[in-house]
């Protein structure tokens, strides 16, 4: 019993924070506050966004054309409707598929630079007492 009391009054000790004590020599360089981060505009990460957005959404309108003249050709009687039928059918498919491919290639444009990218690392030269002299920030 009184070795599980020691135990119990040890581990308060050690768990009760000490005194928080000052450096005694001081700090030997100055505080300098970092200047706030440039507020850059995403104008061009929504365009490609919505953009993309809108290719996407009108390659479905173009796959329902070429479905439609797909259907058309296959019910089609006259050589030449034949001929006109499957022609526009494949315009229309690779006019979905090319639309389809640029807006998720326009979409991911968009997501890298509005979240991915990073501003270009800036470098400063600083003469003085007590200064640093290159700062490189990235």
Known sequence: MR???????AAIVVSVPGPV????AGTPFETIPLPPPAVRPHKAAYLCL?????LIAGSFVLA?????????YLT??????????????TR??????????????LVATG????????PMPTTAVLIGPGVCAVSYRF
Do not use: K, M, N
């Open 50 to 54: 919505l953009t993309g957005a809108g």
């Open 64 to 72: 329902d054309r070429a479905d439609a003249a797909y259907d058309r």
């Open 76 to 89: 089609a009687q006259v050589p030449s409707d034949i001929e006109h039928w499957y022609d526009e059918a």
């Open 3 to 9: 070795r599980c009391l020691a135990a119990l009054l």
């Open 21 to 24: 004590r000052a450096d005694p």
């Open 111 to 118: 997501l890298y630079l509005r979240f991915l990218r990073r």
């Open 92 to 105: 229309y498919d690779r006019w979905s598929s090319a639309a389809l491919l640029g807006g998720e290639a």
